[in-house]
C-alpha cells in the first residue's frame, strides 16, 4: 500500500490543507477544483486562501512533485486509488446543506472508475447529513461506474475537524481520526493513510461518523452561545463574565475551551451545520429548542454588541468607527458568516461611519457588502481620528495595540472590546475608557 496516489476533491480550507497533509506523510496528492487559475496558482506553490504557514509546506509538496493541482475530477480519480471528497456543503435557503457539490464529484468518481480496474477507495470528508455517503454518494458511484460499492469499491466517511487559523497544525496533528466505514476493507485502507497520525482512531458506522461532526460542531457552538447568554447575565451584575468562565472552565467535566464569549460565532462551520441538523431534525418530526436557542443567542450577540457601542458614545448618528478585525476570526481571510457584516450594517442604520482595518480579509469583505465602509491600508490609519475604536476579530497585531496608541489615535481613547481582545484592567489604568462584552460595564 506504500505507493498510494489520493485524489482530493476540492482545493479549499479542508481540501488543499488536507492534501498538502497527505503529501507531507509521502502520498502523491492531486488537489481539484472548478476553477482554473486556482489550479493554475497551486501548481505554482500559490494556494487559493490565506491559513498561517500554508504557503511554505505548499511550495515544498508541490515543488517535491508530490502535491498538484487540476481542474479534472475524473483524470486525478483514475490517477489515484484513494479519493476525498472535500468540496462546499454550502446552506440552502431553509437551511439544510447544499449536497448539489457531492453529487457533482460522485458523478465523476463514478465515471473514472468505469474504465478502472483497480479496487478504489471512495471517501467522504466534507460535512454531510447523516445519510449522504450511503444514499447519495454510493447509488451515484454505482450508477455511473457500473461497479459494485463493497465490491470494485470501497467507502468511508472521515469528517474533518481542523480549525481555521489553525488548519495547518490542526491537520498534520489532528486529535482524533473518526473512520466511518462501510466494510473493513474500506476502513483499513483509510486508517492506513493515517498510519503515522499520532492520534485516537475511531471506527465506526458511515452515518455516526456524519452525526459526529454536526453533534461537535453543534456542542462547540453551544458552548460559545452560553458564555454569550452568560456575558448578558454578568453585565447587569456588574461581574466579568471571562472570571467566570475561567470558574466554570477549571471543572475537568467542562473544560475552558470555547467559553470565551463574544459578539458571536460565525465562519463556514457552526452556523452552516448548526443550521443544517436543526433543518434536518425538523423535517423528520425532531424538536431542537436546544440548538434553536444556541442559533437565536447567536444572532442577539452582534446586536448587543452595538448597544454596548451605543452606551460607550451615546448616540452612534455622526460617529465614525474604527473598526479593527472583518474576518469571523483571527488568522483567516474567511469573511463566511462573519459577525463584522451584521454589526457594520447597524452601525451605518444608526448614522455612524466606517474605518475599518483586517491584515487579511478586506478584499474577501468588499464583496459582502455595498456600504461606504473606508478601508485602511493599517490600524494606525484606521484609528487616526476616529471617535471610538472597535475590536471584531483579535488579530495578533490588533492585540500588539497599546493604550497609548488609542490615545495618540483617536478623537478619544474609548475601545469596545468585541473578543476581549485586551486586558480591560490595564487599558483603564492606562486611561482608556473600556468597554467589553461581559465586562463590568455599568456606571456606577
Ligand atoms: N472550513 C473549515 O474549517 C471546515 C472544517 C471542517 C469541515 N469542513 C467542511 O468541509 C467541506 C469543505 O469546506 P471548505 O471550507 O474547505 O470549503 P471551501 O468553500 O473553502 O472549498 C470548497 C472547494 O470545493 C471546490 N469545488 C466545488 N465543486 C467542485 C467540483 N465539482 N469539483 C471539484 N472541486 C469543487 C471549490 O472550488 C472549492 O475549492 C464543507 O463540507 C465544510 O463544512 C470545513
Same mark, same amino acid.
Given at each position: 500500500?506504500?505507493?498510494?496516489?489520493?485524489?482530493?476533491?476540492?482545493?479549499?480550507?479542508?481540501?488543499?490543507?488536507?492534501?498538502?497533509?497527505?503529501?507531507?506523510?509521502?502520498?502523491?496528492?492531486?488537489?481539484?477544483?472548478?476553477?482554473?487559475?486556482?489550479?493554475?496558482?497551486?501548481?505554482?506553490?500559490?494556494?487559493?486562501?490565506?491559513?498561517?504557514?500554508?504557503?511554505?509546506?505548499?511550495?515544498?509538496?508541490?515543488?517535491?512533485?508530490?502535491?498538484?493541482?487540476?481542474?479534472?475530477?475524473?483524470?486525478?480519480?483514475?490517477?489515484?486509488?484513494?479519493?476525498?471528497?472535500?468540496?462546499?456543503?454550502?446552506?440552502?435557503?431553509?437551511?439544510?446543506?447544499?449536497?448539489?457539490?457531492?453529487?457533482?464529484?460522485?458523478?465523476?468518481?463514478?465515471?473514472?472508475?468505469?474504465?478502472?480496474?483497480?479496487?478504489?477507495?471512495?471517501?467522504?470528508?466534507?460535512?454531510?447529513?447523516?445519510?449522504?455517503?450511503?444514499?447519495?454518494?454510493?447509488?451515484?458511484?454505482?450508477?455511473?461506474?457500473?461497479?459494485?460499492?463493497?465490491?470494485?469499491?470501497?467507502?468511508?466517511?472521515?469528517?474533518?475537524?481542523?480549525?481555521?487559523?489553525?488548519?495547518?497544525?490542526?491537520?498534520?496533528?489532528?486529535?482524533?481520526?473518526?473512520?466511518?466505514?462501510?466494510?473493513?476493507?474500506?476502513?483499513?485502507?483509510?486508517?492506513?493513510?493515517?498510519?503515522?497520525?499520532?492520534?485516537?482512531?475511531?471506527?465506526?458506522?458511515?452515518?455516526?461518523?456524519?452525526?459526529?461532526?454536526?453533534?461537535?460542531?453543534?456542542?462547540?457552538?453551544?458552548?460559545?452561545?452560553?458564555?454569550?447568554?452568560?456575558?448578558?447575565?454578568?453585565?447587569?451584575?456588574?461581574?466579568?463574565?471571562?472570571?467566570?468562565?475561567?470558574?466554570?472552565?477549571?471543572?475537568?467535566?467542562?473544560?475552558?475551551?470555547?467559553?470565551?464569549?463574544?459578539?458571536?460565532?460565525?465562519?463556514?462551520?457552526?452556523?452552516?451545520?448548526?443550521?443544517?441538523?436543526?433543518?434536518?431534525?425538523?423535517?423528520?418530526?425532531?424538536?431542537?429548542?436546544?440548538?434553536?436557542?444556541?442559533?437565536?443567542?447567536?444572532?442577539?450577540?452582534?446586536?448587543?454588541?452595538?448597544?454596548?457601542?451605543?452606551?460607550?458614545?451615546?448616540?452612534? #448618528?455622526? &460617529?465614525?468607527?474604527? $473598526?479593527?478585525? +472583518?474576518?469571523?476570526? !483571527?488568522?483567516?481571510? @474567511?469573511? /463566511?458568516? %462573519?459577525?463584522?457584516?451584521?454589526?457594520?450594517?447597524?452601525?451605518?442604520?444608526?448614522?455612524?461611519?466606517?474605518?475599518?482595518?483586517?491584515?487579511?480579509?478586506?478584499?474577501?469583505?468588499?464583496?459582502?457588502?455595498?456600504?461606504?465602509?473606508?478601508?485602511?491600508?493599517?490600524?494606525?490609519?484606521?484609528?487616526?481620528?476616529?471617535?471610538?475604536?472597535?475590536?471584531?476579530?483579535?488579530?495578533?497585531?490588533?492585540? #500588539?495595540? &497599546?493604550?497609548?496608541? $488609542?490615545?495618540? +489615535?483617536?478623537?478619544? !481613547?474609548?475601545?469596545? @472590546?468585541? /473578543?476581549? %481582545?485586551?486586558?480591560?484592567?490595564?487599558?483603564?489604568?492606562?486611561?482608556?475608557?473600556?468597554?467589553?462584552?461581559?465586562?463590568?460595564?455599568?456606571?456606577?
Amino acid at each position: 500500500m506504500d505507493k498510494l496516489k489520493i485524489a482530493v476533491l476540492g482545493m479549499g480550507y479542508v481540501g488543499l490543507t488536507s492534501g498538502m497533509a497527505f503529501a507531507k506523510h509521502g502520498f502523491k496528492s492531486i488537489c481539484t477544483t472548478t476553477t482554473l487559475s486556482k489550479a493554475e496558482n497551486l501548481n505554482k506553490g500559490i494556494p487559493p486562501f490565506y491559513e498561517p504557514g500554508l504557503e511554505e509546506l505548499v511550495r515544498e509538496m508541490v515543488g517535491n512533485g508530490i502535491l498538484s493541482g487540476s481542474t479534472d475530477n475524473v483524470d486525478a480519480v483514475r490517477q489515484s486509488d484513494i479519493t476525498f471528497i472535500c468540496v462546499g456543503t454550502p446552506s440552502l435557503p431553509a437551511g439544510l446543506a447544499d449536497l448539489s457539490a457531492i453529487e457533482a464529484t460522485a458523478s465523476d468518481i463514478g465515471v473514472a472508475l468505469k474504465d478502472v480496474d483497480c479496487y478504489h477507495v471512495v471517501v467522504a470528508k466534507s460535512t454531510i447529513p447523516p445519510g449522504t455517503t450511503e444514499n447519495l454518494i454510493l447509488p451515484t458511484v454505482e450508477k455511473y461506474s457500473g461497479k459494485k460499492a463493497g465490491v470494485d469499491f470501497g467507502l468511508c466517511m472521515n469528517p474533518e475537524f481542523l480549525r481555521q487559523g489553525e488548519a495547518v497544525h490542526d491537520s498534520l496533528n489532528p486529535d482524533r481520526i473518526v473512520i466511518g466505514e462501510y466494510d473493513k476493507r474500506s476502513g483499513d485502507i483509510v486508517e492506513y493513510v493515517y498510519r503515522d497520525y499520532d492520534c485516537p482512531k475511531m471506527r465506526c458506522d458511515i452515518k455516526a461518523a456524519e452525526l459526529i461532526k454536526y453533534a461537535a460542531n453543534s456542542l462547540l457552538a453551544t458552548k460559545i452561545s452560553f458564555a454569550n447568554e452568560f456575558s448578558r447575565i454578568c453585565e447587569k451584575f456588574n461581574v466579568d463574565v471571562y472570571e467566570v468562565m475561567r470558574g466554570v472552565g477549571l471543572d475537568f467535566r467542562i473544560n475552558p475551551r470555547f467559553l470565551r464569549a463574544g459578539c458571536g460565532f460565525g465562519g463556514s462551520c457552526f452556523p452552516k451545520d448548526v443550521n443544517a441538523i436543526v433543518a434536518l431534525a425538523k423535517s423528520i418530526g425532531v424538536e431542537t429548542p436546544l440548538l434553536d436557542s444556541v442559533l437565536y443567542t447567536n444572532e442577539l450577540q452582534p446586536m448587543h454588541f452595538v448597544e454596548l457601542i451605543k452606551d460607550a458614545v451615546g448616540t452612534l #448618528d455622526g &460617529k465614525v468607527i474604527s $473598526f479593527l478585525g +472583518l474576518s469571523f476570526k !483571527p488568522n483567516t481571510d @474567511d469573511t /463566511r458568516a %462573519t459577525r463584522a457584516l451584521p454589526i457594520i450594517e447597524k452601525l451605518y442604520e444608526e448614522g455612524a461611519r466606517v474605518k475599518a482595518y483586517d491584515p487579511k480579509a478586506m478584499e474577501k469583505f468588499k464583496r459582502l457588502t455595498d456600504l461606504p465602509v473606508e478601508y485602511c491600508e493599517n490600524w494606525e490609519e484606521a484609528l487616526r481620528g476616529a471617535d471610538l475604536a472597535v475590536v471584531q476579530s483579535d488579530w495578533r497585531e490588533i492585540r #500588539d495595540i &497599546k493604550a497609548k496608541d $488609542f490615545k495618540r +489615535l483617536l478623537n478619544s !481613547p474609548i475601545v469596545v @472590546d468585541g /473578543r476581549r %481582545t485586551y486586558d480591560p484592567k490595564s487599558m483603564i489604568s492606562e486611561g482608556v475608557k473600556y468597554y467589553g462584552i461581559g465586562w463590568r460595564n455599568l456606571k456606577t
